[in-house]
């Protein structure tokens, strides 16, 4: 008996270090700095298997002063080319669908973790909905309270690991693009693949995300609670001297129509003044990307250089909300605040209208795509919360 357990020992030993060796070699989610003949230099599956558990290694690896915190549009829209923010190190803490609760942890786990001198906070309408919920991986991350060394372990050995490191050497083989860049940003164009920046694309996301979907304008219900969450995180930045920098992250003005179209546009409008009196309170500069302008207006079904669909700004897009917020250049933002909020309100009604007349056949298509999620799912009913 005795030899049979030494026996099984040996072998479990064995395949554990076979096991290890092969994803750590490969290394699918850029732990190791590994060069396995050139065919593990695009790291294709660093989103897919539980990006916020890389997310949180690497906020515990390595040493960064200015940091973007948020969701998708952070995401997508800001990736400076040089890795830099006003000369410092950089790094892209948002993350895909993260609800105000959720970027609290990972404020507060960047406060523990690094000493940031800037944080730029995206942010956006329907990140304040009352109907949250954490996505599956955020508990197996260092968010949650877990310990470096078990996140890399299970890094290294686990099923996700040996299938996203065979994944990745076929994808490498295969001439497939990351999407998951360095800095912790996402590029969209291999991200999307062959629909980014077509009208099917935009189709798809306002259809599904917005119109049908639950975490999106579906049942949506405006908490109030989750300003008071971004306040607490701006007077704890101001009490550790961090330039608290915050935006609404630009979206299309069809994505604002979609708004109106699904009953939303008196919380729209109640949140933008309770952000602005939230700016005036605290005394810092809120600057807001939405709007009918140059960028917002051009057609978003065909190729766009501004957004990849309604929803998503490019990082060229981005480029213009750093040069504003950081370098202090003119942009389109406008700052609001509890002085300002009545003017940028009934500027963004009046702009309603002219849009409207001047783009109806967008605006056809879009009634389409709402009249048929709710032929599907039903009506929207802004006043059931669902739980």
């Known amino acids: 008996m005795k030899k049979y357990c030494a026996n099984l020992l040996v072998v479990v030993i064995f395949w554990l270090v076979v096991i290890i060796s092969f994803t750590a070699s490969v290394d699918p989610y850029r732990l190791t700095g590994s060069a396995l003949f050139e065919i593990n230099t695009e790291k294709t599956r ?34 400076p080319s040089d890795g830099l923010i006003d000369g410092k190190p950089f790094y892209n803490a948002a993350l895909m669908a993260a609800q105000m609760r959720e ?10 973790y690094q000493t940031p001198e800037i944080i730029l906070a995206s942010t956006g309408f329907v990140i304040f909905r009352s ?14 309270g877990r310990p470096l060394p078990l996140l890399i372990l299970q890094q290294f050995f686990s099923y996700s690991a040996i299938s996203d490191s065979v994944y990745t050497i076929f994808d490498n083989l295969s001439g497939k693009k990351a999407s998951a860049r360095e800095d912790g ?31 999106g304008y579906r049942a949506f219900r405006y908490d109030k609670e989750k ?79 501004w957004f990849w669909e309604s929803s998503h700004s490019k990082n060229t897009f981005g480029n213009i909300i750093l040069n504003q917020i950081i370098e202090g250049q003119e942009g389109p933002g406008k700052t609001l605040n509890a002085g300002s909020v009545k003017t940028i309100l009934e500027k963004q009604n009046s702009d309603h209208e002219l849009f409207i007349k001047e783009h109806q056949e967008e605006m056809k298509i879009l009634s389409r795509m709402f009249k048929g999620a709710e032929r599907i799912y039903g009506p929207i009913d802004q006043k059931t919360n669902v739980k």
Do not use: C
């Open 46 to 79: 660093m989103h897919v298997s539980g990006w916020r558990v890389n997310k949180s290694i690497d906020l515990r690896r390595k040493l960064y002063r200015a940091f973007v915190i948020g969701a998708s549009r952070g995401l997508f829209g800001i990736h």
């Open 103 to 112: 970027q609290e942890k990972v404020f507060d786990y960047i406060l523990e």
């Open 131 to 144: 109907n949250e919920a954490l996505l599956n991986d955020f508990n197996r991350a260092g968010f949650a």
């Open 185 to 215: 940003s996402l590029d969209g164009k291999p991200f999307y693949g062959p629909l980014a920046g077509t009208k099917q694309h935009v189709i798809n996301t306002l259809t599904w995300q917005y119109f049908s979907h639950i975490g």
């Open 227 to 305: 300003i008071e969450t971004l306040r607490g995180m701006i007077r704890r930045a101001k009490a550790r001297h961090i330039e608290f920098h915050l935006y609404i992250a630009p979206i299309h003005a069809l994505q604002l129509e979609a708004i109106r179209i699904a009953g939303l546009q008196s919380d729209y409008e109640e949140w933008k003044k309770d952000m602005a009196a939230l700016a005036s309170d605290e005394k810092i500069i809120l600057y807001d990307f939405t709007g009918y302008n140059e960028y917002t207006t051009q057609d978003i079904f065909k190729a766009n250089p």
